[in-house]
């Protein structure tokens, strides 16, 4: 049993960082599920104050920042490994990530997305019963906005109903952080960036 603390959409905020960093003591993995800048600016400085984490550490990149991005900012922080369209084993569990905005948002330029078909070339390769960490939530699920629109993403969506991971990860969607939702055997939880401890 590995204990995981799940965050997501910190957006620059260095003291919800901060309290992350406190709270890492206590776990065996922490995951960020993207967006960890505003609008593509703050990534760096919001990614040194998280590298005061040092136990073993998984990001995917949000919509607010690059997968080029985050790589960069995250060079010199050796608890973290970044994934989207990959896979990693980490204290004895699979983790596969995704991140950006799926489907495309309206936000413009600054937004990193990826179209549906995109998603689910990226998404391919993920194996079964592992942890997929996405930074968009799987459609149905955790994926309501403020004005009770379904925001989430088909190709996530499918991913889980086919591979069951026994944990799924997301943020993105700041009207639903902190719920959680099952799909099949799954549990998907919007982790929102206060942070959620999980036993998996």
């Known amino acids: 049993m590995s204990r995981l603390l799940l965050f997501s959409d910190v957006h620059s905020d260095r003291s919800a960082c901060?309290?992350?960093?406190?709270?890492?003591?206590e776990v065996d993995v922490v995951v960020g599920a993207g967006d960890f800048a505003t609008m593509r600016r703050n990534l760096q400085a919001t990614i040194d104050a998280?590298?005061?984490?040092?136990?073993p550490t998984v990001l995917v990149p949000g919509n607010a920042e690059s997968v080029e991005e985050l790589r960069s900012a995250c060079?010199?922080?050796e608890a973290a490994t970044v994934l989207h369209?990959?896979?990693?084993?980490i204290d004895g569990l699979s983790f596969y990530g995704i991140g950006g905005g799926?489907?495309?948002?309206p936000f413009g330029d600054w937004s990193y997305d990826f179209t549906e078909e995109t998603a689910e070339d990226l998404l391919a390769d993920c194996p079964s019963g592992g942890v997929l960490v996405s930074h968009s939530p799987p459609k149905n699920a955790v994926d309501r906005d403020s004005n009770g629109r379904h925001l989430g993403s088909t190709?996530?969506?499918?991913a889980v109903e086919e591979k069951s991971?026994?944990?799924t990860v997301c943020g993105h969607i700041h009207g639903s952080w902190g719920e959680e939702a099952t799909i099949g055997d799954t549990t998907v939880v919007n982790a929102g960036p206060q942070g959620r401890?999980?036993?998996v």
């Open 18 to 25: 901060r309290r992350l960093v406190d709270r890492s003591s």
């Open 50 to 55: 998280l590298s005061a984490i040092d136990v």
């Open 85 to 89: 369209g990959e896979g990693a084993e």
């Open 75 to 77: 060079a010199p922080w």
């Open 197 to 199: 401890v999980v036993e």
């Open 165 to 167: 991971p026994t944990l």
């Open 102 to 105: 799926i489907p495309v948002t």
């Open 155 to 158: 190709a996530v969506r499918a």
